[in-house]
C-alpha cells in the first residue's frame, strides 16, 4: 500500500503528494499527538506545540506573516513522514528528499509558493532557538545558551492536545489572516471626513481626549456596534476581543454590540470574515473603525451604513502616506544632528523601519518604479539608499 489513511479519511500518497489533500485539521491532529525529541523529554511536549513556539516568536521578532506561517509549519511534513531524530536523519537520503518535496508542497498549499532563501533562514534561526530553550527546561542538560535570544516566552509546559491542537488550526486560519490583513491597504469609518494632516495631531488629539472625559465616546461606540452588528448578521464571521487571546466563531449579533460597547473600554474588538480575507477592528482608544481588504460588497454595505449614521468612510491615501513618512524622515534627518537623544526620534526611527519593512512600503515603491506617482512629488523614503543610510547614521549616532 502506498498511502497513508488520516484521521478525516483521506488516502494520502507521501511520496506523491496531491496538494489538495493536505487538510490542516490532519496537520493539527497528527503534531499534537507526536511528542518531540523521540519522547525523551521531561514530558509529553508535541510538536505541534514546538511549532506554535516558533509562530509566536516570528511574531515576536515582526517577521513577516510568511514567515509567520512557515514557522507554523515548518514541521508540518511530519504529520504524514513522522519524525527522525537529526543524527539518523541526515544519513537517509531518500527521506530527506521525499521531506523536502512534501514541505514545497505544503508551502505551495497554504503560503502561495515556496519560501525564499532568507525567509527559510528566519525559519531556521528560530527552530534552533526553541530547540535551545526546549533542552533548558525539558533535558537534564543545556544544548546551548541560544535560548536567551528568544523574545516570546516559551515556558515548554504540558497541554493537552487537544486544546493545542484547537490553538494551532486557530493559527493557520484565523491568527495568521489576522497578521497578513493588518499589513494590507485599509478604510477607516470615522467622525470626521479624511486623515488628519501631518501637523495636525495635536488638535486630533484634544478632539480625543474630549470625547473619552465628557463619556461621548460611549455612544459613539453603541452608534458602531450596530454596523459591526449588520456585518455579522450578513457574513460568516469570528470574533476577537482582547486582552483574552481566543476567537468566537459565528458569534451571534448581541455578542458583537455587547463586545463594541464594553469591551473595547480596555482592549479591543476585531471581527474578521475569513472567507471574504476582511478584518473590521475597533480600538478602545480610537474613535474610528479599520476596515481592512474590504471587498467591493462589503463597501458597499458599509458606505450605506456610514451615511445612514452620519459618519464618514475613506481610504488612507498612497499620496498621503508617501507624504507622511517623507515629513518623518525629514524630521528625523534633523533630529540626529541637533537632539539625537529625544524620544520623538526613537518613535520616528521606528515608524519608519516599520514601513520600510511592510508591504505598504513595497506597495509604494512598485508605485514608484511603475511611473504611477506624480513626478513633483517628493519620494526620498522610496530610495533604498536613502532610508537605509538614514537608519545606519541613527545606529551610528545611537551606540
Known sequence: MSYITTVSGIHFYPLDPNPDDIDINDIAHALSLICRANGHFRHFYSVAQHCIACAEEAIERGYSPEVILGCLLHDASEAYLCDVTRPVKKHIPQYLRAEEKLQDVIWER????????????????????????????????????????LKSACACDYQDPQVVKARFIQMATLDITVERLLEDDYWIIDILPSQIPVGKQAEYRALTDEYFESGKVAELHRRYADILTMINGRFKTAMLCMPEDEWTISPCDIAVKDAVIHHTERGCVDLLLPEEETLISLQSEDLYITVYHPTEEILSLLRQAVSESGFYIWQTPQIERIKKYESYMDEATLLIRTDRNSDRLNYLISELEAYYESVKWRKDFESDEAGLLPKNLKRGVLSEDGINDLLDEYKEVSE
Open 110 to 149: 497554504f503560503i502561495g509558493r515556496k519560501l525564499t532563501d532568507a525567509e527559510q533562514q528566519q525559519i531556521f534561526e528560530i527552530d534552533d532557538h526553541i530547540l535551545s530553550q526546549e533542552f533548558h527546561l525539558l533535558m537534564p542538560e543545556n544544548l546551548n545558551e541560544d535560548y536567551r535570544k
